[in-house]
């Protein structure tokens, strides 16, 4: 079997590529062509989340079957990665067999690139303004593929830790070369932000609509799991809302489910998918705050891992034809 880790991964998926994945991936997703269950979640005593998330798609360049499998740890130590696991493909077109993909680094790649396609879809080209809340690995994800899509120039980042914040400003003035303001609370951070990522573990929100500017767009992707929460239910109220995944964000988003239980959202109104945009052709606006709110879907890591093997094998294959043609003379 073979193995490819976190290094493998990144060098076969450059951002660009991985805006492609997205698209790729949620159009698959809203036109029906993939299967996946629910996500199967198991917890410990000590706050650890185990994951499991199958899925089969049926056609195409990424066709075949997988599974992620992860543990989440936000208690990790500081040398640990706070998602650890693997992404599992079967019948694969690389010597038939099964391939192992480091899911760490798949969920922090695809993760990023979502909200950015998203972004891309949903925000003012011009937008220049971007706020982050929370300060880890998903901040700076974050933050380089807002700068990938977006003419960014002002940076401003919120955590429930200041000195993460200050970590962060420095190694983005390092990085990028531009200048990161710290704010003391989340209403400070989005006050004129025109993109607002939140890629935190909250358990309680954070975001409230008195908050938000006039005009924005929203990444909601930290909370991915029932008792995290990031997003005020009445968020929704006031912003066009699209998920990544219908029946995969009502089954694990908190703010989701309550929104429908206080009448903010109608039984009847399931929201939008991301993916649809692509299929069915456009989306036209009846607000000025867009939110993306994502929860995860196994069809993203399957596509992004596949396209790794895939990366991988046309790279190899000149070696191996060159070899064969020495061995023939």
């Known amino acids: 079997m073979q193995f490819f880790d976190r290094a493998s991964v990144e060098s076969a998926l450059p951002l660009s590529l991985c805006l492609e994945l997205c698209e790729a991936a949620f159009a698959l997703q809203s036109a029906g062509q993939v ?6 979640l198991i917890r410990s005593d000590d706050g650890r989340i185990m994951g499991n998330m199958p899925a089969f798609i049926s056609e195409g360049r990424y066709e075949g079957f997988g599974v ?45 690139a979502a909200s950015a396609w998203a972004t891309h879809l949903l925000a003012p080209e011009s937008a220049s303004k971007l706020a982050i809340l929370g300060a ?26 200041h000195d993460h914040a200050e970590q962060f400003a420095k190694w983005c003035r390092k990085e990028t ?24 573990a909250s358990r309680s929100p954070i975001l409230y609509p008195d908050m938000l500017p006039e005009c924005c767009h929203i990444n909601a992707v930290g909370a991915s799991a029932l008792g995290f929460q ?12 699209f998920l990544d995944g219908r029946d ?14 206080k009448g903010v959202i109608a039984l009847d109104q399931a929201g939008k998918e991301i993916g ?49 043609s020495s061995e023939t003379v």
Request: with cysteine.
């Open 230 to 241: 990031e997003l005020s239910p009445d968020v929704y109220a006031v912003t066009d809302w």
């Open 248 to 261: 995969a964000a009502w089954n694990a988003s908190q703010c989701l489910r309550e929104a429908r239980e």
């Open 177 to 200: 070369g531009i200048l990161v303001s710290v704010a003391a609370t989340p209403a400070q951070a989005v006050q004129n932000a025109e993109i607002v990522c939140m890629v935190t």
């Open 68 to 112: 992620k499998s992860v543990l989440v740890d936000f208690t990790r130590a500081s040398d640990r990665q706070s998602h650890e696991g693997c992404v599992l493909l079967y019948d694969t077109k690389v010597n038939h067999g099964m391939v192992c993909v480091d899911a760490g680094i798949i969920t922090e790649l695809r993760t990023a």
């Open 276 to 324: 649809e945009i692509h299929v069915h052709g456009g989306w036209q606006s009846s607000r000025q705050r867009t939110l993306f709110k994502s929860v995860g879907l196994a069809v993203l890591d399957l596509v992004f891992a596949r396209e790794v093997v895939l990366r991988h094998r046309e790279i190899n294959q000149p070696e191996r034809r060159n070899m064969q």
């Open 35 to 40: 299967q996946q269950s629910l996500r199967d």
């Open 136 to 161: 880890g690995v998903q901040a700076r994800r974050h933050l380089k593929a807002m700068l990938n899509i977006r003419p960014i120039q002002e940076v401003t980042v919120w955590s429930r830790t």
